[in-house]
């Protein structure tokens, strides 16, 4: 009698089960597209229709035939539209654009094959796949900041909130730069239908900041875009919806630290932005009393800092630290471009401390301490009112590095004469 009752019991637990499996599989979102002979004509998750327009616009492709100027080339298409295998071809007098789309569960894959059959290089293309809309403005739009991603770095993955769904924009191929993202929207102040925007060059109408795309297209040759839109819930973060493009990353350009001394490494500002002050424009140890106007002021300076020096060398000491970084010797006269990082600029940027580095620095190697300054990937651009002035992102971010630490590596450059770390930085690289 108690086997028969312990039998019943997991045969209505495993029917409970099988009955648990079936409702969450009917209620998991679904996504759906369909074609027209036009080409994408539908995109649906969850049983909301989330496309605005489906067709695929060529905006822009630049051509360069030797050294002359690039040249527009023309964007008149023959578009053939294979519904079944769900793919979009438009042949121009140049070349062939050919975008296959692909449903993987709560997933849309969009491989874009752009062939060059012309003579001339292709140097830049500008393309536009769909225009998405949504019931509701996007929580990460706030009107002014494009949501734009360049792969140079970090994985592109670019979120659009909507509601308790969100939709996830990724870049597939981790190993290329490309640009990508929803720059706006097109149906302002509501802000609910955004174009999806593929780009290699640059793109005028987006901040200066952005790198440009090398991505040139030889005669002959071709190129291909892997992007895909993945859906789900808005709990779902991007470490679940886009992981395998983050371990895919991780796995591309793995993580090499090779450091033994782990002892503390002081941090020293030596400026600030905080403060306008007239005479010490650069915000010199945030003091309105420095004057480096005039040859008695920067003397004075020259004394500050050395007392500087000295005070964090004995705060270093209790510390039994290894060394220390500082982290604005150019000053920080320009709150747009903090911390400007290239050793390159010193004399241009600060004079008066040009004049007392090397000494500023010896302070510290004399007290046996490691030395070192803040470098940026990106390159300084000053206004030509010479009033402001920002970080633009460099075509070459390790060669830009490489080019600061060996400018700050020559031997007579006593604040960062540190040869072990540029043999370090060379063996990362490798």
Request: net charge positive; proline share 7%; aromatic share 10%.
């Amino acid at each position: 009698m108690k086997r028969r009752r312990t039998m019943w019991v997991a045969a209505a637990a495993g029917t409970v089960a099988i009955i648990l499996g079936i409702v969450w599989s009917r209620d998991r979102p679904q996504l759906e597209v369909a074609f027209d002979n036009r080409g994408l004509s539908s995109l649906r998750y969850d049983g909301t229709e989330l496309l605005a327009g489906g067709g695929f616009h060529v905006n822009r492709v630049m051509l360069r035939n030797g050294p002359g100027a690039p040249f527009a080339a023309e964007l008149y298409p023959q578009i053939k539209v294979d519904r079944d295998r769900q793919t979009v071809v438009q042949t121009f007098g140049w070349g062939r654009v050919e975008t296959a789309y692909t449903v993987a569960r709560d997933r849309l894959e969009l491989k874009i094959k752009t062939t060059n059959t012309s003579p001339n290089v292709i140097g830049s293309v500008y393309y536009e796949p769909m225009t998405l809309k949504f019931p509701a403005k996007p929580k990460e739009y706030d009107g002014t900041i494009p949501i734009l991603g360049h792969n140079s770095g970090t994985p592109t993955v670019l979120s659009l909130t909507f509601g308790d769904r969100r939709v996830v924009l990724t870049n597939d191929d981790v190993a290329k730069p490309l640009m990508i993202g929803f720059p706006w929207a097109v149906d302002r102040p509501k802000n609910t239908k955004f174009p999806l925007r593929i780009n290699t060059g640059v793109d005028g109408m987006y901040p200066d900041s952005l790198p440009e795309i090398d991505r040139p297209i030889l005669p002959g040759h071709d190129d291909e875009f892997r992007v895909s839109l993945r859906f789900g819930r808005s709990s779902a973060p991007d470490a679940i919806l886009a992981a395998d493009i983050f371990r895919r990353f991780a796995s591309v350009f793995q993580s090499r630290l090779r450091w033994k001394d782990h002892r503390p490494i002081g941090t020293l500002s030596l400026a600030t932005t905080s403060r306008v002050m007239r005479n010490n424009p650069r915000g010199w140890l945030n003091d309105a009393s420095i004057d480096i106007t005039d040859t008695q002021g920067n003397e004075n300076f020259r004394k500050r800092l050395l007392a500087f020096a000295d005070g964090s060398n004995s705060i270093l000491s209790e510390m039994d630290a290894q060394g220390m970084i500082t982290w604005d010797i150019e000053g920080e006269q320009f709150p747009q471009a903090v911390y400007v990082g290239d050793p390159r600029l010193v004399s241009t940027l600060a004079p008066e401390m040009s004049a007392v580095i090397d000494e500023y620095f010896q302070r510290f190697r004399d007290a046996g301490f490691r030395v070192g300054i803040c470098v940026r990937p990106q390159e300084f651009v000053r206004s030509p009112d010479g009033k402001t002035a920002y970080q633009a992102e460099s075509k070459d971010p390790l060669d830009t590095l490489r080019q600061k630490i060996a400018y700050g590596s020559q031997p007579r450059r006593a604040f960062v004469g540190q040869v072990e770390f540029r043999r370090q930085f060379d063996s990362v690289r490798e």
